[in-house]
């Protein structure tokens, strides 16, 4: 089956929820994006109807992500579009991902600054996603917080309840990942049936 890509302009509308494993970081996120028309009457753009996606991202862009990345903030987004239907309490409900394998502030509405991220050397060890993302944390100062656990009612709650959704290989490599998300914080469709930026809105 041949994949279909994307890319996407809007905006974050979750924060960026962070996940280490050995064998690599995972991180996922909302993403909002407005559909653009031109008001006549108005003689300016604006908003439409809203579409939600969650976003996936594993390795090095997930590290990234959760340290460069806050609600609000505007991104272009790349990535393989994902559709699938789960039936929950009697009720068909259509959810789409974005599995990425780009993303970057939207510099036709602000400024960013980028910083290359030093690959550790194989004989110093390596760190592990969680560890990059603490360091990159501690150079940007207390911007950015990647949230590692959703708590649905402000209590305790599990960042995925059964892990990821599978992850065919790519050009970052690896093993395929199993599972699929928990949709707590996602707003879904009802169906009738490597470095990193921090960005400044202008």
Known sequence: MTDTVVTLVGNVATGVEFKDSPTGGVARFR????????DRAAADWTDGPTSFYTVWAWRALAANLAASVSVGEPLVVQGRLRVREEEREGRRRTFVDIEASAAGHDLSR????????ARVPASRGALSQGEAVAGLLAKAGAGHRPV???APDGGQGQLWESGPPERPGGRDGGPARAGRPAEDAAEPVESAGGGRSAARNG
């Not at 993403?31 to 031109?38: D, G, H, L, N, Y």
């Not at 602000?110 to 991220?117: E, I, K, L, N, Q």
């Open 31 to 38: 993403f909002a994006v407005p559909v653009r028309r031109w």
């Open 148 to 150: 590692r656990e959703r």
């Open 110 to 117: 602000g400024t960013s600054a980028f910083r290359r991220v």
